[in-house]
């Protein structure tokens, strides 16, 4: 299987991570993939997009199984107000496909906020760079990785 911009970081980087391809479906997201690869939902992060009150952007990595709370994202990271970026600008940023995008070798550098209860998984799978394809990594490993700030931006669930 060829290499993707995520990849080569954490290979670079010597930090252990495995591959874990899967058929792709179109609007399947997390749920899909999950289901197509066996593991709980709860360990599959999405990777979104965010933009600022001044239109800068900003990854949050969140649960499968979760939203965000615009508000808690916003407090956490000391900004006025958050919402999700549209998908032309997250792809012109990250350089990754929407349903492919990942926190690691992305075209610009940007901050990355990842849900606090991440932190306390032994193991995440999150995109590798390419619609189809997961990588499963410890959290420490992946903030050895990244410039990775932990926050509790999760919406409460009703």
């Known amino acids: ?38 593991v709980d939902l709860h360990l599959v992060v999405k990777t ?36 999700p970026a549209a998908v032309a600008l997250a792809e012109k940023v990250t350089g990754y496909q929407v349903g492919g995008i990942s926190p690691l070798g992305t075209r610009q ?10 932190a306390t998984l032994p193991t995440i799978y999150l995109n590798a760079g390419r619609r189809g394809l997961l990588l499963s990594i410890q959290p420490q490993q992946l903030e050895q990785a990244l410039t990775l700030t932990w926050a509790d931006c999760r919406q409460p669930t009703e």
């Open 48 to 83: 979104l997009v965010f933009v600022d009150d001044t239109n800068k952007p900003l990854l949050v990595l969140m649960h499968g199984d979760a939203e965000v709370s615009t508000k808690k994202l916003a407090q956490s990271t000391q900004r006025k107000r958050v919402s």
């Open 109 to 118: 550098p940007l901050p990355v906020v990842g849900q606090a209860s991440l």
């Open 1 to 38: 299987m060829s290499s993707t911009r995520a990849t080569l970081v954490l290979q670079r980087l010597r930090q252990p991570f495995a591959l874990h391809p899967y058929a792709y479906r179109d609007h399947g997201g997390a749920h899909w993939a999950a289901q197509a690869l066996g």
